[in-house]
């Protein structure tokens, strides 16, 4: 680095941000011009916001905290060590102060957390005029997003909602409650976030009304909140498809004791029940001692096990997170990967025992007993390719009538888990087919 | 099925519409209440609208599909055969056929094959008043969304543009160039939709406006729109990091053909690389057939260097398609997983040892020199674990520099790569340290 961070402009303080340390950050940023700064605080993330915000005067903290609109100050404040919150909290005017103590009641992930308690209302007798008129003066005070204006009784009950789209096209004269819409789509306020990003997604909506247990309205989850969360809870999955918990963080801001202990934790489980694998082959090992051969294929067939269930189980996974497939759909499902795994396991099957063929025309390699050596391995290629569709496909369904998390059942612990069984299914038909030749 | 389907309410048909053959569809569909069928219609997937409208009467399929705006009508008859298209295509009014045929120039998953043509304009020298009145009038006649006001010249050139709150927010006297913002994300129309939905995500829009090669404003990408391909491209993601090809559709929806054939290539180049282990044991066959024991811990060798290399390629896929990793970090990704690759073999290396031990005092399996055995596995686990995870990380990032989709390298190839590589490690370094001994 030959730039000191004051020199910078905006775009330039972006691109070296993940390598500056915490001071060298608060620096550059100290010195960008005013218009830049807000746009520039603005985009960082929530967890770059609180770090910057800790290391500025407490001046500059009030400024930069009164920027962020209640939603993104609760998260925000969320985000920071617990000892810090009330003082930051205190930085806010009491408008906001309020709505943001009433936000930090939620769970980050349900839809309390994520939405914003300043949305658009109007009263249904009012004309379209009128309700207009009312938006504009609502705007001018504090509103975060207009897509639709909520129709409110005295108890702040919902009665109906009409869009910016629909107020604008109707006639000025004509009253709310001729113009609303009150087949409604609403939002307890304890509903998790990733039930709340399918329904937002289905429903095609741009914003969701959350109310309490007493049909109140409370707020608004508009779908901006939702792509992130939808981006968000992808990234979850995918990391345990691969095998580890996930990250909560961008891959360069986990430390490394954090990256070994995240992946570590899983790799030692699997480990540990991997060394059944060598309990199984123990038990086998007169077998190998007596024909070597069947050894050399141990490798390619438990990672044959080991593909399908990934594939299986992956796609399970996803079609369960999409709402595609539910827990009663599960004869369904066997019945697929049944036939699916059967196609698949003959014609791994049928590659395998030509392989057998064309190498012992070749080099004859595997002896005189050729022929009951590749149907062994075209017979057990059948029989764990099948197994292992069926055990990964079933194992997200299973883990989810138990109340766990699907997403758990990633490809390497079925892997794992199918290449125990698919030493034994190996091993059992070479036994049945060789005894007396090989064996 | 007891019910037949004319008897069915939307939610009913609803339920039981996977299961439900084409005309059954399409006969449930006819007997549903106008006002239900409008919002069924709409709530379906575009390849559901596209299967049911071949089922319907042409007057039909008509107000059906003059009921979709322009985008989504453009996907729609991207869905259809190619020699359903243009019948379909002649049934919209001429206004938004023009659009439609404009909009099918482009690919589906490109900024212009998403965008919408109905945004809404107003001109600079506008008082604010003027424009609000003005936009009412465009709601009347045609206009999809409203979140921002689009600011053009007399070419067509975007100058500005003014969110829906800010005009709210201001003084009605004020003309529209006040209060406008000028510095302006724009998106080209052949960008790519993943790219599109990261900088929408990024930068907390609602929407993008869409230019041409000369600047022109041709129509403007929605955040809604941006949800589902967000989905879109994470279930492909995930299906890739599972090691097969996307499905592109729903679970269900896959005929079991399709399914043998998007899961079998895979699977099949998959197995014919594994059996290079065939190749490589059989390299070895001597070394087993003095020593069985070595053959015992051939799967958790390998398994151990496969899981690694899962977690390492899918971590970085990931952190790729969300742009926290650039090609450019790849000396930093070396080292941290170089150290994490270190430290991860030496938690296994331990736990692999110990457990040899133990079972030596417990049952003897291992012989006279299962000290040798034990730091044999020892030492090979830690090699076989860092050579996984730097493996596993590179390749997303070499098959991105050679221009390839790095999503490809997933968990099971990765594995099968390192199974190989991991069982010339293993059998190495047993011959170098038990040769005159075991060997």
Request: glycine content about 6%; cysteine-free.
């Given at each position: 680095m030959t730039t000191s961070p004051e020199a910078l402009t905006a775009d330039e303080l972006q691109d070296v941000w993940p390598i500056l340390?915490?001071?060298?950050?608060?620096?550059?940023?100290?010195?960008?011009?005013?218009?830049?700064?807000?746009?520039?605080?603005?985009?960082?993330s929530t967890r770059d916001q609180a770090e910057?915000?800790?290391?500025?005067?407490?001046?500059?903290?009030?400024?930069?905290?009164?920027?962020?609109?209640?939603?993104?100050?609760?998260?925000?404040?969320?985000?920071?060590?617990?000892?810090?919150?009330?003082?930051?909290?205190?930085?806010?005017?009491?408008?906001?102060?309020?709505?943001?103590?009433?936000?930090?009641?939620?769970?980050e992930d349900e839809a309390g957390g994520l939405m914003s308690p300043r949305f658009a209302?109007?009263?249904?007798?009012?004309?379209?005029?009128?309700?207009?008129?009312?938006?504009?003066?609502?705007a001018r005070r504090r509103l975060e997003t207009i897509y639709y204006a909520y129709v409110l009784d005295a108890?702040?009950?919902?009665?109906?909602?009409?869009?910016?789209?629909?107020?604008?096209?109707?006639?000025?004269?004509?009253?709310?409650?001729?113009?609303?819409e009150t087949e409604l789509v609403t939002v307890p306020e304890h509903m998790d976030?990733?039930?709340?990003?399918?329904?937002?997604?289905?429903?095609?909506?741009?914003?969701?009304?959350v109310l309490d247990a007493q049909g109140r309205m409370k707020g608004i989850v508009t779908i901006d909140d939702v792509v992130d969360v939808v981006q968000e809870e992808a990234t979850e999955d995918i990391q345990k498809a691969g095998g580890m918990e996930a990250l909560d963080a961008p891959y360069f801001d986990v430390g490394?004791?954090?990256?070994?202990?995240?992946?570590?934790?899983?790799?030692?489980?699997?480990?540990?029940?991997?060394?059944?694998?060598?309990?199984?082959m123990a038990h086998f090992q007169d077998e190998i001692a007596r024909a070597v051969v069947l050894a050399t294929f141990v490798p390619l067939m438990i990672s044959s096990g080991g593909n399908t269930g990934s594939q299986a189980s992956t796609l399970v996974i996803r079609a369960m997170a999409l709402g595609e497939v539910r827990l009663r759909d599960w004869w369904r499902v066997v019945r697929r990967e049944f036939a699916t795994g059967l196609a698949l396991?003959?014609?791994?099957?049928?590659?395998?025992?030509?392989?057998?063929?064309?190498?012992?025309?070749?080099?004859?390699?595997?002896?005189?007993?050729?022929?009951?050596v590749a149907i062994v391995v075209a017979l057990s290629l059948v029989g764990i390719v099948l197994?292992?569709?069926?055990?990964?496909?079933?194992?997200?369904?299973?883990?989810?009538?138990?109340?766990?998390?699907?997403?758990?059942?990633?490809?390497?612990?079925?892997?794992?888990?199918?290449?125990?069984?698919?030493?034994?299914?190996y091993f059992s038909i070479a036994r049945m087919l060789l005894g007396g030749t090989l064996l």
């Open positions: 340390s915490r001071d060298e950050r608060a620096e550059g940023f100290t010195f960008l011009p005013a218009d830049d700064a807000d746009d520039f605080f603005l985009s960082l910057l915000l800790m290391e500025l005067r407490e001046g500059a903290r009030r400024r930069w905290v009164r920027l962020l609109p209640p939603d993104d100050a609760a998260d925000l404040v969320q985000e920071m060590e617990p000892e810090d919150r009330v003082a930051v909290v205190d930085l806010l005017d009491p408008v906001t102060r309020r709505e943001v103590s009433a936000l930090l009641a939620y769970e209302r109007v009263r249904r007798e009012m004309t379209v005029d009128e309700a207009i008129t009312y938006l504009r003066r609502q108890e702040q009950r919902l009665q109906g909602v009409v869009s910016f789209r629909e107020l604008f096209a109707a006639p000025g004269d004509r009253p709310i409650h001729e113009v609303m976030q990733e039930a709340l990003s399918l329904i937002l997604a289905e429903m095609d909506l741009l914003a969701l009304p490394l004791a954090d990256m070994v202990r995240k992946r570590g934790v899983w790799l030692v489980v699997l480990f540990i029940s991997e060394m059944l694998t060598a309990t199984a396991g003959i014609i791994l099957a049928v590659i395998g025992f030509v392989r057998i063929l064309v190498w012992q025309m070749v080099g004859h390699m595997y002896g005189p007993h050729y022929m009951l197994w292992g569709t069926v055990t990964g496909s079933m194992l997200p369904l299973v883990l989810r009538r138990l109340g766990l998390d699907p997403a758990n059942s990633s490809a390497p612990f079925v892997a794992t888990l199918v290449d125990v069984t698919g030493l034994v299914i």
